[in-house]
């Protein structure tokens, strides 16, 4: 990848080091994500749903101990993701499989995974001129996401999801009609003051029941900084 950063970044106080690409960095959002994951168990077998360069398939292997299958069609995500998992020395956790998850089923069979997580990508390509593969669906869209875990989730596995606020109703719609109904949900608000930007969600396939609504999760105090929260996740979750 043209646009790499030549040294790996630390995270979490060194505990993990990380090649990614300039353009599409880790954020915040997704050690929050990470901080609301739910059904893991140290005997369960995690897929990572479009794992880019590893970081969240890295985390999980990390924190938790469990053996994660991290999926990735982009050539240039898949070179960085396997040279992240040799660096953290977590080749034996984590499993590098290169797959498109339209065609998820040519790689896995069915009911194969205790948990999925998945960071599909937040736009529609129609709301930009030149959409980039990473924020925008190019390769996949939210469906194909949604219905590729389903397919890949025994019943009772759990799938957590991180989607922007506005796309919440549409997430609900698609995970209900792939027998995942939504049973967990955090939202995301960058300041006390300001809209909800990101959700997460937790379904537990055809296992229904009421959805139960976390207390919000905000970014940044009204001065810019980490709230007391976020600082401690930032620092310790890992």
Do not use: W
């Amino acid at each position: 990848m043209k646009n790499t950063d030549n040294k790996p970044f630390p995270f979490f106080r060194g505990k993990l080091f990380l090649y990614q690409p300039k353009e599409h960095k880790v954020s915040v959002d997704l050690v929050l994500f990470l901080s609301k994951v739910r059904g893991i168990r140290k005997s369960s077998k995690v897929v990572d749903l479009g794992a880019g360069f590893g970081f969240i398939s890295l985390v999980l292997a990390k924190k938790f101990g469990v053996r994660v299958t991290a999926v990735e069609v982009d050539d240039c995500m898949l070179s960085l993701l396997k040279k992240n998992v040799e660096l953290n020395e977590l080749t034996h956790l984590i499993d590098v499989v290169k797959a498109d998850v339209k065609e998820i089923g040519k790689h896995f069979k069915k009911g194969s995974f205790d948990v999925v997580v998945a960071n599909p990508p937040f736009y529609l390509k129609e709301h930009s001129p030149n959409p980039d593969p990473y924020h925008f669906e190019v390769k996949g869209t939210l469906q194909d996401f949604i219905k590729a875990s389903a397919y890949l989730l025994r019943d009772g596995g759990y799938l957590n999801l991180l989607a922007p606020a506005f796309r919440l109703a549409e997430s609900f719609s698609h995970l209900e009609k792939h027998n995942l109904p939504p049973r967990f949900l955090s939202l995301v608000y960058p300041t006390f003051q300001k809209k909800a930007r990101l959700s997460i969600i937790t379904s537990i396939k055809n296992v229904k029941g009421p959805l139960d609504v976390d207390k919000p999760l905000v970014i940044n105090t009204e001065r810019g900084d980490y709230t007391e929260e976020v600082r401690y996740l930032l620092e310790n979750f890992l």
